[in-house]
């Protein structure tokens, strides 16, 4: 099984506030991933190697991104049954309510990212986001940069002062 993470410098060697950008963070930015409009997710060619595979071996990232599928997107499926309980495409990222809560946001994101070499959208004018969906975007982030800087890559000074205070454990 294939639980380590990919660890893309497009995440670890920026700040937080660069790998999101210009943002707005509130409820109505939320994404419905039940909805008819997010059916194409259902029916992506699970034929692909995953990309992730998590320790327990029950989900797995599949990245589609070929000619049909636009912005590429990275889907999460249980791996008996091929079920989509997930999704990241265009910045737009959903978990079913059933696996929330599980880390699986990390891998959807880190997956993708690694794969383009950049970030998943394009946030020049800025984007909607969540507030779950931020804080995963805040986690993947600090996942990055702590297993990066854990694996001795060269994370720069001002990503690691960044992430300093938000990793300090709060006062006992």
């Not at 499926?77 to 696996?99: K, S």
Request: net charge negative; glycine share 12%.
């Amino acid at each position: 099984m294939n639980a380590r993470l990919p660890l893309p410098r497009a995440v670890w060697g920026v700040t937080l506030d660069e790998f999101v950008g210009p943002r707005m963070v509130g409820p109505a930015f939320g994404v419905d991933g039940r909805s008819e409009e997010y059916d194409l997710f259902r029916d992506a060619p699970w034929d692909l190697a995953p990309a992730w595979i998590s320790g327990d071996g029950r989900h797995a990232v599949h990245i589609v991104s070929d000619d049909d599928w636009d912005p590429p997107t990275s889907v999460l499926v249980e791996t008996e049954g091929g079920t989509c309980v997930g999704f990241y495409a265009g910045g737009e990222l959903w978990i079913d309510e059933d696996r929330r809560g599980l880390g699986l946001s990390t891998p959807l994101i880190l997956c993708l990212v690694d794969r383009l070499g950049k970030s998943a959208y394009d946030n020049r004018s800025g984007l909607g986001f969540s507030p779950a969906g931020y804080a995963a975007h805040a986690a993947a982030h600090r996942t990055a940069v702590e297993q990066a800087a854990a694996a001795g890559m060269p994370v720069p000074r001002r990503v690691m002062e960044e992430e300093a205070p938000r990793s300090a454990p709060g006062p006992s």
